[in-house]
């Protein structure tokens, strides 16, 4: 009688491949039920903004080297948002104390299209083109120690006061995953 030991290491083998192959999937696993992971990374981000240009004043030498890192914290939440296939968007204002009495404004656009930008301080009205994925910068003179500046931009208009030897910000955050839409304002 022959032994057959070779043929059962074979048929294992076979089997062992057939089963690792069967357990693969076939395709991608697509998103098939709404999450709430949209909300949850909204109210981080709308927390960290704040956050993120403190931190950005702090470790730069001046506000122009502090607006080029919010531009990179904005890049970044745009990437993590894309990663989950949330389209995020943002229009922010800063504003800080350039001299005595002159206020130095600064418009970044990240609505994903070219918009123009009313700034009204005081009756001083102000008409920015800001294109997507930029910044523009206005100074406005004789701004005293706290005023209202009016923001307008295509149907958005949003009233803030700020103090001027303060930096202050404006942003007004949308995100959005199929038919599931947030969008607020944020202003410190």
Known sequence: MKYRKGQFFVLGAVLIISLFFMGLPEKDTLITERTDDIAYLFDNIHREYPFALNNALNMSEDTEASIDRLMNFTHFVDKIASERLINYSTLWV????????????????????????LLNLSGTEYYMNV???????????SVSDTFDMIISYESEESNVTWVRDKVSLYANIIMQRKDNIIKNELSR
């Open 131 to 141: 294109n997507f994925n930029t910044t523009n910068s206005t100074e406005f003179t």
């Open 94 to 117: 800063i504003g800080w104390n350039s001299s005595p009495s002159n206020f130095n404004v600064t418009v970044g656009n990240y609505l994903r299209y070219n918009t123009v930008v």
